[in-house]
Nanobody, 124 residues
Framework: QVQLVESGGGLVQAGGSLRLSCVAS????????MGWFRQAPGREREFVAA????????YSTNSAKGRFTVSRDNAKNTLYLQMNNLQPDDTAVYYC?????????????????WGQGTQVTVSS
């Protein structure tokens, strides 16, 4: 079992920044692929960014590139998402996820464990 606890969400004006953190605990947590997904009201959960354990390869959506940076500190079992130039469309609950057998990194169904989510609200 792996437990994930997110923090760092909040209310920010358009153009502002936030850094989300996700602390993982449990069996072999540091060896899992970890990612960030988000879900806005009335919309499906969507992939934002992720990083593999082996090699540390990072992935992100086109809308996140240049604004969001995903990183992980394996020594601290912590995943980060630095979000800059936030826009109202980024408003959503952001979820941290971890998976041991993730092939398609953007597929939420391939992640085994999820945090409780942290709200990000961007005002215009």
């Amino acid at each position: 079992q792996v437990q994930l606890v997110e923090s760092g969400g909040g209310l920010v004006q358009a153009g502002g920044s936030l850094r989300l953190s996700c602390v993982a605990s449990g069996r072999a947590a540091s060896t899992y692929a970890m990612g960030w997904f988000r879900q806005a009201p009335g919309r499906e959960r969507e992939f934002v960014a992720a990083v593999r354990w082996l090699g540390g390869t990072t992935y992100s959506t086109n809308s996140a590139k240049g604004r969001f940076t995903v990183s992980r500190d394996n020594a601290k079992n912590t995943l980060y998402l630095q979000m800059n130039n936030l826009q109202p469309d980024d408003t959503a609950v952001y979820y941290c996820a971890a998976g041991s057998m993730v092939v398609v990194i953007s597929n939420a169904r391939q992640f085994d464990y999820w945090g409780q989510g942290t709200q990000v609200t961007v005002s215009s």
